[in-house]
């Protein structure tokens, strides 16, 4: 029986993989859950497949999770630190790493180093310290499985196959809610507008990315760490989310992985790897699909593609900052207090006053990281 930790076990991708193994308990045991702030939900995660640890990111109601969950038989951790003991839990074969946002760093970073394989949902983690975290995967001997559908597509479809004889990665996109507004439609949208995915239910920050796009940014500079700095990578837009991504190989063939957009799906591959699990699951009815579109991404009304295309060039510590002044533009647009078409100036803003340097440890990220959010909180404060 594989025994798994679960970092942000309250979230998307959390609630998605507890589904998964309760629909095959005999082959997956729970023994740590991480969660942000959610105390209601990770209370009855606890008490339903009863994990060894579990910690609560936000340390104000630590007490609040240790009261309510008193006479259970778990130790209760807190902060950032916790995660780090669910990551680095020495009896964890696998760990699941569906943090939002570059909270999942240090914890990812710390179940690499303790030599656990990680499932990796949290795209940040590669974005912000992509050398760091692959050197430090090497140097244990630890397997990183993407879990990203996209990603898994492309890791599926390169299964035993020759890396050197592939020409180009085509990653799709969904193109988000607002794929066919104009420029002028766009200065309109309201937060509930953009909440609306057409096709995928997530949490709101990782919502708001697919509305701008970023989302696609942050996959293709996570892509370029994955499977090659110098693999051509390509984005098309698919409206549909059928197809989740494409390799073309040198004889100019095409291998696409298709399937109906359930999450679940890359998180049981990722578990089971290289096995697959019998899902209980819809199959998926082309007939019933119709058509399926493409169409080439539109960099002036998506200027966040633009943007993590330009610094995964430059690289050094400006993907961090990328990252780090996204989160903090989301929120605030979340907050209502900035625009959608705000949300990439606010990013761009603060790339052009960062003097990028090396990204060569996890300190100098998390530096970049915390002076991103600063300058971008500035930033805010000078235009209210």
Not at 212 to 233: P, R, S, V, Y
Not at 237 to 253: K, L, N, P, W
Not at 299 to 308: D, E, K, M, Q, V
Not at 353 to 360: C, G, N, T
Request: aromatic share 6%.
């Amino acid at each position: 029986m594989k025994k798994i930790s679960i970092l942000g076990s309250t979230g998307s991708i959390g609630v998605n993989t507890l589904d998964v193994i309760e629909r095959n308990p005999d082959q997956f045991e729970i023994v740590g859950l991480a969660a942000g702030s959610n105390v209601d939900l990770l209370c009855q995660q606890v008490q339903k497949y009863r994990p060894k640890i579990a910690a609560l990111f936000d340390t104000t109601k630590l007490e609040e999770l240790r009261r309510r969950l008193n006479g259970q038989q778990v130790e209760i951790v807190g902060g950032q630190d916790g995660s780090v003991q669910v990551a680095s839990l020495p009896e964890t074969d696998l760990v699941i790493s569906g943090m939002v946002g570059c909270a999942g760093l240090v914890p990812s970073f710390a179940a690499v180093s303790a030599g656990k394989t990680l499932a990796l949902a949290n795209k940040e983690t590669l974005v912000v310290a992509g050398e760091v975290i692959l050197r430090e995967a090497e140097k244990n001997g630890v397997s990183i499985i993407p879990v990203d559908s996209e990603h898994s597509a492309i890791f599926q479809a390169l299964n035993g196959e020759d890396p050197k004889r592939i020409r180009r990665i085509i990653l799709t996109a969904s193109g988000g809610p607002f794929r066919a507004f104009s420029v002028e439609q766009m200065e309109s949208v309201t937060v509930e507008d953009a909440l609306k995915h057409p096709n995928w239910d997530m949490g709101a920050k990782i919502t708001i990315d697919s509305a701008t796009m970023m989302n696609k940014g942050l996959e293709f500079i996570e892509a370029k760490w994955l499977f090659g700095l110098d693999t051509q990578i390509d984005i098309i837009v698919h409206a549909q989310s059928i197809i989740h991504s494409m390799i073309e190989f040198v004889d100019t063939s095409i291998m696409a992985q298709m399937g109906i957009p359930d999450m679940r799906v890359p998180i049981a591959y990722a578990m089971t790897y290289p096995d697959r699990l019998d899902c209980d699951l819809p199959s998926l009815d082309l007939s019933a699909m119709g058509d399926l579109t493409f169409e080439q991404p539109d960099f002036i009304r998506f200027p966040c593609l633009r943007l993590a295309h330009e610094v995964m060039d430059a690289g050094k510590t400006l993907p961090a900052v990328l990252n780090a002044a996204n989160e903090i533009a989301v929120q605030a647009f979340l907050d209502r207090q900035i625009g959608y078409k705000e949300i990439p100036e606010l990013i761009e803003s603060t790339l052009d006053r960062h003097q990028p340097h090396s990204a060569d440890t996890i300190e100098d990220v998390l530096t970049a990281d915390d002076w991103a959010r600063n300058e971008a909180r500035q930033l805010l404060t000078a235009k209210a």
